[in-house]
């Protein structure tokens, strides 16, 4: 069975390894900083990397899992700002959450600006787009759980729908970051930080 060109195929235990490994990702990050975009040849990244293609292959089955890592890689950094926000959610108001949850997002996408470039590109990537989604209903599911605690008489399914609805739109809304000027994108954020507090704060508990 032939892999799939998103699949890590192996993840290095040996020090000697793990720093081959380490610079392949190194300088796949480098070329998306610089050109802005995910797209680039493995012959290429090989020699940036200073690694011969075998070495590339023996870990990746291709450069849609090399993208699928980087993605990875930084998303834990979000999540786990998102979960310390997450664990106060029950003694803090609806609005000092969403105000935690964006402003944890918004620091990652300012201090890894390749982040927004990789997720602005990620589902044009057929293997991926399934393996995003299922990773923001990962996300969903942790933050329906805390607004559980906002509204108890809302049913778990309809928290679920409405938390990964208010995923996926913060998503959206953080991938134009790279392509505006920062004063339209503080505009655009201030104004969206409005709508998603008015739409949570409104929600009608007697339709689930």
């Given at each position: 069975?032939?892999?799939?060109s998103?699949?890590?195929?192996?993840r290095?235990?040996?020090?000697?390894?793990?720093?081959?490994?380490?610079?392949i990702l190194?300088a796949?990050?480098?070329m998306i900083r610089t050109r802005?975009?995910?797209?680039f040849g493995?012959?290429?990244?090989a020699?940036a990397?200073?690694v011969n293609?075998?070495?590339?292959?023996q870990?990746?089955?291709?450069?849609?899992?090399i993208?699928?890592?980087?993605?990875?890689?930084?998303?834990s950094?979000y999540?786990e700002?998102m979960?310390a926000?997450l664990a106060q959610?029950g003694s803090?108001?609806?609005d000092?959450?969403?105000?935690g949850l964006l402003?944890?997002?918004l620091?990652l996408?300012?201090?890894?600006?390749?982040?927004?470039?990789?997720?602005?590109?990620l589902?044009?990537e057929p293997?991926?787009?399934?393996?995003d989604?299922?990773?923001?209903?990962?996300?969903?599911?942790?933050l329906?759980?805390?607004?559980a605690?906002?509204f108890?008489?809302?049913s778990a399914?309809?928290l679920?729908?409405?938390?990964?609805?208010?995923?996926e739109l913060?998503y959206a809304?953080?991938r134009?970051?790279?392509?505006?000027?920062?004063?339209?994108?503080?505009?655009?954020l201030a104004?969206?930080?409005?709508?998603?507090?008015a739409a949570?704060?409104?929600l009608?508990?007697?339709?689930?």
């Amino acid at each position: 069975m032939t892999d799939s060109s998103a699949q890590v195929r192996k993840r290095p235990t040996q020090q000697r390894a793990r720093q081959r490994y380490d610079a392949i990702l190194g300088a796949a990050e480098d070329m998306i900083r610089t050109r802005g975009t995910s797209q680039f040849g493995m012959n290429e990244l090989a020699r940036a990397a200073g690694v011969n293609i075998a070495s590339i292959y023996q870990y990746f089955a291709g450069r849609p899992a090399i993208l699928r890592e980087l993605v990875s890689r930084l998303s834990s950094q979000y999540r786990e700002t998102m979960f310390a926000v997450l664990a106060q959610a029950g003694s803090q108001p609806l609005d000092v959450l969403v105000d935690g949850l964006l402003d944890g997002y918004l620091q990652l996408v300012r201090d890894e600006p390749v982040y927004g470039i990789l997720w602005a590109e990620l589902r044009q990537e057929p293997e991926l787009r399934d393996l995003d989604i299922a990773d923001t209903r990962d996300n969903a599911t942790a933050l329906a759980l805390a607004l559980a605690d906002h509204f108890p008489t809302l049913s778990a399914e309809r928290l679920e729908r409405i938390a990964f609805l208010a995923c996926e739109l913060s998503y959206a809304v953080f991938r134009l970051i790279p392509a505006l000027p920062a004063d339209q994108m503080a505009e655009l954020l201030a104004d969206y930080r409005l709508l998603l507090k008015a739409a949570l704060g409104n929600l009608d508990p007697d339709h689930s």
